[in-house]
């Protein structure tokens, strides 16, 4: 399964090893601080997006951010269908 998981603050880097224990390969990140997806990536040893203009192909995403921009990512996996786990 591609997953795509939005915010790569401490949650959504506990959210990555949980991801990476039960097997999952093909996870991504995306995170607005350039700095933070650097060392997610380097960390965790996962792809980064530079942007959530095109997400084909995700089949999960797994929204991390602070509660006051979720809805934001909340439109773009309803735009691009793809279903989403939001924790409030």
Known sequence: MKVIVFGLG???????RCLQSLGY???TGYDINFRRASEVKQLAKIEILDNTLDL???ELAL???????????IKICLDQKIPMFVEA
């Open 10 to 16: 401490s949650m959504g880097r506990r959210r990555i």
């Open 56 to 58: 084909q192909g995700f």
């Open 25 to 27: 390969s093909e996870i």
């Open 63 to 73: 929204i991390c951010t602070p509660p006051d921009i979720h809805e934001e990512y």
